[in-house]
């Protein structure tokens, strides 16, 4: 998809505006640029047009902010957002500025739920009909045992796994570059999927299709369908607590924590820049807590007569 000139001579318009009309710091123009490039690139992804940007769509993408930025961060980028599409309104290249609609209050802003030992076995143990529930089980599993971000796990093509190794080279948050590791369970889960996702292929007539993770159609699965997924698997398994794309993630890290893994490991598997986010995000169970202290304190044990 190529955008409208419009749509670019707008950001350009509003860059400069930024610079001559409300003389932002030098280092805030450089932020905003960036965060308003981000956005582009999802646009342009999956395929939005600029002037058809809906509510809908401005709530999917602050979800997708919210599971990969902390949220300082994510209030910049909405505040970025905001002050583009009051410029576009005021221009008549957009009808409303959806963004506006977006809380910016700390409140909006929680850890995510994590999952016991007990919801993740329910979750893994839960089955849909057809390629759909084949998918979304692999899906869980994916999230589950390699922590992946949401948009990291649905920009996976196929040839990017390792078997060998048993690895995928990710490239994250700041164009940073890890590798996320697959256990033997998820490589046995992994053929079963590709089977499935041959068989759909064909049967749909497509030959070129290189992501991992695909629609029902045979396109790479969107953004937006993925909380679908948690959504309904969500209401399947009569669950009350918050069950997005980041619960896995957070619950990948936090059962680490609880095995005694080391924080700096963690942060480099989760492929957080600062330790001090690892320490936000993760979250170490009161359980956990219980049992280091009864092993490590001196005075939690009577002595012994």
Known sequence: MNFMNDDREGLDAYLKHLDSGLKLAVNSQKAYSRDLEDFFLYIE???????????????DYVRKLKDEWSEKTVKRKISALRGFFTFLQKRGLVKANVFSEISLSG???HLPSVLSRSEVD???SYRGKGFDGCRDHFLFLFLFNTGARIS???????GMIERGERRIRIVGKGSKVRYIF?????MEELDH???ERGRLLDQLGVRDQKALFISS????????SAHVIFSRTKEALGWQKDFTPHTLRHTYATMLLDRGADIRVVQSLLGHESISTTQIYTHVSRSSLHKVYDMAHPHA???EK
């Open 107 to 109: 409140g909006s802003f």
């Open 152 to 158: 990291e796990a649905l920009s996976v093509d196929v």
């Open 193 to 195: 999927y590709l089977e």
């Open 122 to 124: 329910q979750l893994l």
């Open 45 to 59: 992804e999956y395929g939005i047009e600029l002037q058809d940007f809906s509510l809908h769509d401005a709530r």
């Open 301 to 303: 044990h009577k002595e």
């Open 182 to 186: 697959l256990s033997p369970v998820t």
């Open 217 to 224: 159609r045979g396109n790479r699965l969107p953004f937006s």
